[in-house]
T-cell receptor, first 114, second 110 residues
Framework: NAGVTQTPKFQVLKTGQSMTLQCAQDMNHEYMSWYRQDPGMGLRLIHYSVGAGITDQGEVPNGYNVSRSTTEDFPLRLLSAAPSQTSVYFC?????????????FGQGTRLTVV | TQLLEQSPQFLSIQEGENLTVYCNSSSVFSSLQWYRQEPGEGPVLLVTVVTGGEVKKLKRLTFQFGDARKDSSLHITAAQPGDTGLYLCAGGRGANNLFFGTGTRLTVIP
């Protein structure tokens, strides 16, 4: 049972480049979320989805897009990378609302924008 | 501005000592979770508390949710090197948002 799988694990981008961070879960969870983790700031919610075809913004959505065409996949797109987007990105999934049940996290993608 | 502030930010103690980590906010939360994160890994849930004043125990770890549901504490008894990690509190607000605290990095020295 793989759980939540994120790819790639590491990525270096030049300012202005675009890329997609992949996230897949095999637990048939409805809820999926993307967080970024910066030193001294914990994790901040970027976007989330409560089911296939439904997405919404979190605390820090600017510069990021998401889509949810299937239950399993929830990719995060950086349209034009900026140095301020250097961070560690985590994808999470949960059976229901994450504050009421256990959220399972991937291993993270460490992104550096130069 | 962080919704949840944790203290201390860093903590280094000797094996066998006791410690308490605090998670404070001026906002009310519907639930409060504690996670532990190890280097190179995502956070892993330790506990969820939902009722003001609730106390939950997980072996040597004791979690308490404040009466007003604005704060929480994590107490570890007789810390062991395996307890080393980043401890994060997270509060539920709104329909689907989970807000994370600033984190406490614990090092237990053998």
């Amino acid at each position: 049972n793989a759980g939540v799988t994120q790819t790639p694990k590491f990525q270096v981008l030049k300012t202005g480049q675009s890329m997609t961070l992949q996230c897949a879960q095999d637990m048939n969870h409805e809820y999926m979320s993307w967080y970024r983790q910066d030193p001294g700031m914990g994790l901040r919610l970027i976007h989330y989805s409560v089911g296939a075809g439904i997405t919404d913004q979190g605390e820090v959505p600017n510069g990021y897009n998401v889509s949810r065409s299937t239950t399993e996949d929830f990719p995060l797109r950086l349209l034009s990378a900026a140095p301020s987007q250097t961070s560690v990105y985590f994808c999470a999934s949960s059976y229901s609302k994450p504050m009421n049940t256990e959220a399972f996290f991937g291993q993270g993608t460490r992104l550096t924008v130069v | 501005t962080q919704l949840l502030e944790q203290s201390p930010q860093f903590l280094s103690i000797q094996e066998g000592e006791n410690l308490t980590v605090y998670c404070n906010s001026s906002s009310v939360f519907s639930s409060l979770q504690w996670y532990r994160q190890e280097p190179g890994e995502g956070p892993v849930l330790l506990v969820t508390v939902v009722t003001g004043g609730e106390v939950k125990k997980l072996k040597r770890l004791t979690f308490q949710f404040g009466d007003a549901r604005k704060d929480s504490s994590l107490h570890i008894t007789a810390a062991q090197p395996g307890d080393t990690g980043l401890y994060l509190c997270a509060g539920g607000r709104g329909a689907n948002n989970l807000f994370f605290g600033t984190g406490t990095r614990l090092t237990v020295i053998p």
